[in-house]
């Protein structure tokens, strides 16, 4: 009976003794005592504040356990009985996550699909919470006419500049290669100017617009939580890279197929010519190869130029749609104190998106006014349009939801590499490869100022959305 009783107080004394895979209590904690796999401790060694205190890093959390300093933020072992799930894990990482980055900032929280800024609670940030606070209906709605105005108020600018412009010219028009690289040296009058100057402030905007925009946000998207863990962390630029490389294959081939048949309606109108003529332009232009999109009696040559120019539109009217529908569906969808803010930031970002679009369509001057019509009031509507979704979605869309994350950083990630790659076609265009390689310094300098204003303007713009 005795023998029993002994082996049973061992068997006991054994199994409240610690494994070795138990770690040993942390040394710059007091007062911890074994839980299970991990310690709960009374509070860090006094010198451990001390340290903390002497280089400017905030005290350990009072609601986990056996925190080490690690550089700027501790690693903690176990959490307080009864603290929440959002503060620290049970294996480490302890400094704020992805989602209350934004908690130190100042200003009324500000939530765009994982993007935040201002003070936001971790009611805010959760995963999948739909976000219905003060939510105005009437101001909503009145954000579809304010975006509406505002994306056609910038577009159209620089479209009543060049219509101005041709209209200041001799010829009633611009129609000639020789014109078009005096309209890119800023000739042609006062709206000349104004034309050159909003020409480049645009490229400017479609470059920082791909990159702080479209590219970071991408990488925000794909890097939060709420999306789970990625196999393949460089997702974002993959798929940008994907998306410049599709774009430059539609340009290659498009302008191709285009020259092509330029090419072969050029040959027969040589051919028709009289004889004696054969290898000359009937009439010194190429009508059999015109068409809707390029105009008529122009010269081979400005046919293919036309042609180019064209396709780098629509590249660029593409790679802006793409993002601009969920710029609106989450405008729509969202509310809050920084609503307001948010909306705001918006309006100016359609403003000089529209500006930078405006400025190139104007450049196709040969095609009617009717299908320049139709290419500004796409972009005019794609924004207020998506906003009206947000609306009627808005009692099931979450801007931390993974769909949310998901399709955002998506089509973010593909804008992204459109616009990159039709930013730098156009730089080359206009510059390296252009009329602007040969033209006076003064010129050059205003070019250059006017696509540094325009990064600027739209980076200053990243800060809230």
Known sequence: MRIALALTLLAGALAQTPTTSIPPPPGNSVGCVLHGDHYHCD?????TLATATRSGIPPPPTESTGC????????????????SSSSSSAHGDDHDDEHSSSHDDDGP???HVGHTHGKCSAQDLACGKILLEDFKMPLHIAAVFIVLVSSAVGILVPLGAGWMRRADNAEGKVDT???LDAAALGKGGAWGKVFFVARHFGTGIILSTA????LYHGFVMFNNECIGHLGYESTSPAIALAGAFVTFLLDFVGSRTARAKLDHAHAAATSAAPEGEEGKEVDGTTTLASSSLIGHSCTHEEAVVRTEQVWQVFLLEAGIIFHSIMIGVTLGAGSGQ???TLLIVIVFHQFFEGAALGARITLLFWISKMRTFVLAIIFTLITPIGIAIGIGVRNSFSQNGKAALLSVGILNSISAGILLYTAFKLLAVDFTDGPLKRAKVSTVCVALG?????MVAMSVLGKWA
Request: aromatic residues 8%; charged residues 10%.
């Open 109 to 111: 929280c500000i939530i």
């Open 68 to 83: 080490t300093l690690h550089e700027d933020h501790y690693h903690c072992t176990g959490r307080v009985d009864g603290a």
């Open 177 to 179: 290669v020789a014109s």
């Open 211 to 214: 990159f702080i925009h479209l």
């Open 450 to 454: 006017a696509v540094v204003v325009g």
């Open 338 to 340: 920084g609503w307001t």
């Open 43 to 47: 509070g860090p060694a006094s010198a």
